[in-house]
């Protein structure tokens, strides 16, 4: 599956990996499109749960699996990578969201499902800021 063919099938849908995080309730995560999305289009083994605690900004610490880039500089990031931010003070899980365009130095326009929203796959603005890297570069 190509990344048009993703969006094209789940945009405006709420996705759940049914990964056992959150346990499997339905609730519909930033993580849980990840998941999909690894699946639809790189057909790879899925990284770890990340448990209760855990959240988007572990992905890295359990995707031993995965091409992993950190901290690595804008211009080497490219449509369909996974981006990954780390906590903040209003979100102890950090986020995560597919690349779709770099809107300039210090924005993105990504494809994400916002977790504490429950509104389902949209595509968004996102601050570099607090961004911790990519995987797929």
Not at 66 to 72: I, K, P, R, W
Not at 88 to 111: E, R
Request: net charge neutral; charged share 25%; with cysteine.
């Amino acid at each position: 599956m190509t990344l048009t063919t993703f969006i094209n099938t789940y945009l405006g849908k709420k996705v759940d990996y049914k990964d056992k995080d959150f346990k499997g309730d339905g609730s519909f995560q930033c993580v849980d499109l990840a998941r999909q999305y690894i699946h639809d289009v790189y057909g790879v083994e899925q990284f770890p749960a990340l448990g209760a605690d855990g959240g988007a900004k572990d992905i890295f610490d359990k995707c031993t699996n995965l091409n992993v880039t950190v901290d690595s500089a804008l211009a080497d990031y490219s449509r369909g990578d996974i981006l990954i931010w780390n906590s903040s003070k209003t979100n102890k899980y950090g986020h995560v969201a597919i690349l779709i365009a770099i809107y300039n130095t210090k924005y993105f326009i990504v494809l994400e499902q916002d977790g504490f929203k429950q509104d389902g796959v949209k595509f968004a603005f996102r601050s570099r800021e607090n961004l911790r890297g990519c995987l797929w570069k």
